[in-house]
């Protein structure tokens, strides 16, 4: 096992580099320039060339790009994030900061939900297998499994807009300062989630359970004569939610790419919302710092996903 | 197929017609026999293609024609799901999203999984530094959640049918190719492609003939699911207005539209796009389901 | 309409013998324009204003008749008797539902005012100070300098002060001291001095000084090199701005220019005339792109979460001792239109300067929320055409387009189906009522009028003796995003119906379109190559800078030397008289050229709930997204 982390982990040094270099080359290469948002479309200002010139400068563009992602991923290092491009007033970690609590209580909560609702869903219909609970449990969660999420979310802030005059606080609160406000913000997202979320759980629950149902062990236990229920809970169950539980590594997964266009639809200031605001204005600076924390997210939750796969089968660590 | 009717030759081509049917209905059957809902969504998905190539005939408006004296209007009998803020009737639009939908999705899956087909086998088959290689740029591609992905390779590329193609093409071929390379590695260590290496066959012909086909089952079960993770993906892009550019009708930029333009969208104009996305969704994923357990009965039953 | 009776007629003939008597004791009168107007009722009126000047007032009502409803038009002005100068004030046009029209009409206080006398204040009497106001407004800002183009959407000015400032509490209808305590005009227009407050200071504790003024305006009328200043062509005419004394400025003009308080005093999103710290310039290179810097407003800047708010904190050294009400002030950023209202219909916000219809109908049916629907805007509704490109370089395809584009269908669309209400224009602004014509004279025009059969038909022989009976192929350059695409389509449809031009969509980023207007890479284009927000709610200066031959803002490639003839002679024509005729010849000469596709006026809709108060938003003609320092908050 110990060598399988070690192994495990120093892969993903190379990923994180590849991935930042990814970043970098597709944001400086391909065409597109970092300074189209210096310029201003509605009051028609139109820098000179010289102007141009100066700015990049300015902004280090005017450097080699190896010393460009040098620099970068230097600063990254120090944990300095810079500045959108002519704005000081807060950094763009400062802003990462405040928001990432938003995004993270959403994919939890998220998490949770998924849960609480798969999970029993999924055991009905294995123990309750070719019933009507059964079929009528499995069009939920094929239906669940293909709805879009952002319209879900969009549907559901108009019905509370128009019946009740309700939609979730637009500006950042913390749950430590004011938990109410911050569940309003996060829970009606992360119920938004759950659908998708709880269809997923719900399926592989409901799949494994069947599967260690039908192994020898639990056969055995049965005729030894042991109750219907302990079997479940003690054998079954156990083997059965185990591989599940990684599952929510791939949930988290969904929940980072939804959430773009979740916040979006529901105006929750979190960091989907701060990216597609920056994409907007085209503010380089931030997508670039944004998507590669998007992405060294990923990458740990599928080094987490991959341990958990390990610890759980055993065959994999030897493989 | 069937709009070959009115060529010449009429009889040869009604048996042909047959003959191809008869070679259609025979996997069909088969196909129920292993996946009932998925040959349900498969006939479902027939329709939706039938509505997607003959979306100007069937839709009864012109998707772009605005009718200004019926602004947001209800639903009708003339105007089934209603009219848009230009008066353009919704049906008509959802009809021919269809097309734009389908499109994008089997353009840019088809471009991906092959791209990943090829990598797969290619790096399966070789293996050693080239496969490491290979591994290493996957892994950077599976590194992003594939809507950001998406994102990130739209903003360089601009809007647009083909960008969008591309970008959901690039997000398709790291699972493809996994999956493919998987196989490709456990076929190449078996015995019968040892055999064939033992009596003097080239590289070329084993991929070609042993290890190639041996990948295409796979490669078809992701493509189909990857197909509703594509229409999927183009409806969010859409909807976060990075995707499909205007006139063309979008499902995701209908909704899109409703969210930018006007508060209180009235529901028909966000509540049939979604549908829509849904149910094709819904029916990939049920076909690639039921594909599934037909081609790989290792896992039959497992998943249902 | 009532028939007048006889008392009535009495009062009016006497009425009339008064204004004669008053206009023969004024040194100048200012005529009524328009002549389709039935005089009801004239009053003169003196009143008294607090402080030295007396300000004789004169008030003429005249009602008109249209079918359906009775539409009051008040057209007032204000003489000035002491001293040399005559400065006409702002003229407002209303359309109201009166009943019985003489006795409900309201009388109007305006005045302009020169004097420290005069502070603003909240119109109520006794507003509750404390809390926190919250305004829902889009702040897109590349950078955070004013006079380099950074958008001032919401109310982000209220950290800084002009040298005179509209009235807050009048519904914007004076313009009154600010920075300046009072000013005087001399030299035919062409020197104005301006007294400033002692003992101001900036937010940093700095003293203010007419120095600061100075290396404001300095800033924008040659800025340092590698500057972009927007409003530098808007002050083409000053030749010189210098500081007298510490507390005094004077700005010597090149040539009289009638729109030159109002230029200072402008705080529309697009240019704001914000007066800078000189020292903080020089700290900054004189390039305030980066850092916020420290103003003389009412509120001082606390933090700024980059697209989420700007949280603003009141000034306790602010000028005015009263002001502000309220303890701070966070300005929320909700981007689209919609979210700006229901921000406000669900208790996150007090007040929006601008939503959609939708939630605007909601406001206006509630007890508890309150909206104006259509407030004026000094901006346009427009789309610029590249007159160097076929098949817009001739000039009937472009009368053709002016005459068959539908305004009715156009607004209908905007106004999800209110369109009548909104407002109609030419090329002279409708809410710039000393110059504009008649809402229904200009809907008698052709092109202008519901009744498009005859413009139609005009257009089509027009195009077809342009050689474009079957139809011509169009490039429309739209921006991405979700809110343009439904427009580009209605244009589309419009377009093909009316003249059979085909248009095809070319989507591109909104950051694109300085370049494509610019580099004229477009056949039609967006309002941006057009005219979209104008500086001043007099005309002339957008013109100078949009449609004379060779301007920087000429995108369109538009060159009339007629044309520019009238535009030189606005530039210094004072008389008021003289420039109604003048707009009227430019209006005809750009109906017949246009030199862009003109679609109409713009509105705004601002939204509050009934305890936002201090704003008089009712009494609002136009809309200014600026500051709100007399705003209170009544809970």
């Known amino acids: ?319 | 197929m069937m709009e070959e009717q009115s060529s010449p030759g009429g009889r040869h081509v009604v048996t042909a017609v047959v003959n191809s049917c008869k070679t259609f209905v025979g996997p069909v059957v088969r196909f129920y026999g292993s996946s009932p809902p998925g040959a349900i969504a498969l006939a479902l998905l027939a329709i939706v293609v039938t509505i997607a190539l003959f979306a100007n005939q069937i839709a009864p408006y012109d998707a772009l024609h605005t009718d200004f004296t019926n602004l947001k209007g209800s639903p009708t009998v003339s105007h089934p799901m209603g009219t848009d803020i230009v008066g353009r009737d919704v049906l008509s639009r959802i009809i021919v999203g269809t097309r734009v939908s389908l499109l994008v999705a089997f353009v840019s899956v088809a471009m991906g999984v092959g791209v990943g087909f090829v990598w797969g086998v290619s790096t399966g088959f070789i293996g050693g530094k080239f496969d490491l290689l290979g591994q290493r740029l996957l892994d950077v591609l599976l590194s992003f959640p594939s809507l950001i992905l998406a994102l990130l390779l739209m903003i360089p590329l601009g809007r647009g049918l083909g960008t969008v193609v591309l970008a959901i093409a690039v997000i398709t071929v790291p699972g493809a190719a996994r999956l493919v390379r998987s196989t490709a590695l456990s076929v190449t260590q078996m015995a019968y492609v040892d055999g064939a290496r033992a009596i003097g066959a080239s590289s070329k012909r084993i991929i070609v003939r042993h290890v190639a086909p041996q990948c295409f089952a796979p490669m078809m079960i992701i493509a189909t699911i990857d197909l509703g993770g594509a229409i999927f993906t183009e409806a969010t892009l859409s909807f976060l207005g990075m995707g499909i550019p205007p006139p063309n009708p979008s499902w995701g930029r209908m909704i899109g539209a409703s969210l930018q333009g006007m508060f209180t969208p009235p529901w028909w104009l966000v509540i049939y796009p979604g549908v829509a996305i849904t149910l094709t969704v819904l029916c990939f994923n049920l076909v690639g389901d039921g594909l599934r357990d037909h081609l790989d009965p290792r896992l039959r039953g497992k998943l249902d | 309409m009532k028939k007048i009776s006889r008392i009535q007629l009495t009062m009016v003939a006497v009425g009339v013998a008064m204004l004669l008597a008053l206009a023969a004791a004024c040194t100048e009168t200012v005529e009524v324009p328009g002549e389709t107007i039935v005089v009801e009722k004239e009053v003169i009126k003196e009143v008294m204003v607090p402080g030295e000047t007396v300000v004789v007032k004169e008030e003429v009502v005249k009602t008109v008749e249209v079918p359906g409803e009775t539409v009051v038009k008040e057209v007032v002005k204000t003489v000035e008797v002491p001293g040399e100068t005559v400065v006409v004030e702002k003229e407002i046009v209303r359309t109201v539902e009166v009943e019985v029209p003489v006795e409900k009409l309201v009388v109007e206080q305006v005045e302009i005012v020169k004097d420290i006398g005069w502070t603003p204040r909240a119109p109520e009497p006794n507003p509750k100070y404390g809390g926190t106001i919250r305004l829902s407004a889009p702040h897109r800002m590349a950078h955070f300098d004013f006079h380099q183009g950074a958008a001032a959407y919401a109310g982000q000015t209220n950290i800084y002060n002009n040298l005179v400032y509209y009235n807050q509490a009048d519904g914007l209808k004076t313009i009154g001291p600010d920075l300046a305590m009072s000013w005087d005009v001399a030299d035919g227009g062409t020197t104005y001095t301006f007294k400033l407050r002692d003992g101001v200071t900036w937010h940093d504790g700095m003293d203010f000084s007419a120095d600061d003024v100075v290396a404001t305006f300095n800033r924008i009328i040659s800025p340092p090199e590698g500057l972009a200043i927007t409003a530098t062509g808007l002050f083409e005419s000053v030749e010189s701005v210098e500081a007298t004394d510490p507390l005094t400025v004077r700005f010597n003009l090149k040539n009289p220019t009638p729109w030159f308080i109002e230029l200072l005093a402008s705080d529309n999103y697009s240019n704001p005339a914000v007066i800078y710290p000189k020292r903080f310039m020089e700290e900054n290179n004189f390039d305030l792109r980066e850092k916020v810097a420290p103003g003389t407003g009412p509120f001082m800047l606390n933090e700024i979460r980059q697209d989420e708010y700007w949280d603003l904190d009141a000034n306790p050294n602010y000028f005015v001792p009263h002001l502000p009400y309220a303890d701070g002030a966070r300005l929320l950023n909700v981007i689209p239109f919609c979210d700006r209202g229901t921000a406000v219909l669900t208790g996150q916000a007090d007040f929006t300067w601008n939503t959609c219809g939708d939630v605007i109908k909601i406001a206006l049916e509630r007890p508890d929320l309150d909206a104006k629907y259509a407030t004026g805007d000094i901006f346009f509704m427009t789309r610029g055409w590249n007159i160097e490109k076929k098949p817009f370089d001739d000039v009937r395809v472009r009368r053709a387009f002016h005459l068959a584009f539908d305004r009715d269908v156009w607004t209908d669309i905007y106004m999800a189906g209110d369109g009548k209400t909104y407002p109609r224009t030419t090329w002279v602004p409708y809410y710039d009522s000393a110059n504009a014509l008649d809402r229904d004279v200009v809907l008698a025009r052709p092109g202008y009028r519901s009744d498009k059969t005859e413009d139609i038909a005009e257009a089509r022989r027009l195009m077809a003796e342009a050689g474009y009976a079957d139809g011509v192929e169009v490039e429309y350059v739209i921006s991405t995003g979700t809110s343009a695409a439904p427009f580009a389509a209605a244009m589309q449809s419009m377009l093909k119906e009316n003249l059979n031009v085909t248009i095809k969509l070319r989507e591109v980023d909104r950051h694109e379109f300085g370049e494509i207007c610019n580099s004229g890479d477009f056949t039609l284009g967006p309002a941006h190559c057009g005219i979209t927000g104008v500086p001043t709610v007099d005309i002339t200066p957008a013109w100078n800078n949009k449609f004379v031959c060779g301007a920087a803002g000429n995108f369109t490639r538009y060159c009339n030397e007629e044309f520019d003839d009238i535009v030189a002679k606005l530039n210094v024509e004072q008389d008021p008289a003289k420039r109604y005729d003048l707009f009227r010849q430019a209006e005809d000469l750009l109906d017949a050229d246009p030199p862009i596709l003109l679609i109409g006026g713009d509105q705004v809709d601002p939204m509050w709930w009934k305890y936002f108060k201090g704003m008089a938003l009712k009494e609002r003609e136009w809309g200014q997204w600026g500051r709100f320092e007399t705003a209170w908050l009544d809970r």
């Open chain 1, 1 to 319: 096992m110990q060598t399988y982390v070690i192994r495990r982990l120093l892969l993903t040094i190379p990923t994180l580099f590849g991935v930042t270099v990814f970043i970098f080359l597709i944001m400086r290469v391909l065409p597109g320039d970092p300074l189209a948002s210096t310029g201003d479309a509605q009051r028609m200002i139109i820098l000179t060339e010289e102007q141009t010139a100066a700015a990049r400068k300015a902004l280090g563009l005017d450097r080699p790009l190896y010393i460009q992602y040098l620099d970068w991923v230097a600063d990254i290092l120090k944990g300095d994030l810079g500045y959108s491009f002519f704005r000081t007033e807060e950094p763009i970690r400062e802003m990462l900061q405040r928001r990432a609590p938003v995004s993270t209580q959403i994919a939890f909560f998220g998490v949770i939900f998924s849960w609480i609702i798969g999970l029993p869903v999924g055991i009905i219909a294995a123990m309750r297998r070719n019933t009507l609970l059964d079929y009528v449990s499995r069009v939920g969660v094929t239906v669940g499994m293909a709805v879009p999420s952002f319209w879900v979310a969009l549907t559901l802030i108009i019905v509370t807009v128009i019946f009740f005059q309700w939609k979730p606080p637009i500006e950042v609160a913390f749950i430590w300062d004011d938990p109410w406000k911050s569940l309003q913000q996060t829970v009606p997202p992360a119920a938004v989630f759950a659908i998708g979320g709880g269809a997923l759980i719900a399926r592989m629950s409901r799949a494994t359970l069947l599967e260690v149902l039908n192994e020898d062990y639990i056969r055995t236990a049965r005729a030894k004569g042991l109750m219907n229920r302990a079997v479940l809970w003690r054998h079954a169950f156990k083997n059965a939610v185990l591989p599940v539980i990684t599952l929510s590594g791939l949930q988290l997964a969904g929940i980072l790419s939804g959430m773009v266009a979740v916040e979006r639809a529901l105006g929750i200031p979190g960091l989907g919302f701060a990216l597609i605001n920056a994409i907007d204005q085209r503010d380089w600076m931030v997508i670039q710092n944004l998507v590669l924390l998007f992405g060294v997210i990923y990458v740990f939750v599928n080094l987490a996903v991959d341990l958990a796969y390990a610890w759980i089968d055993p065959r994999i660590r030897y493989r």
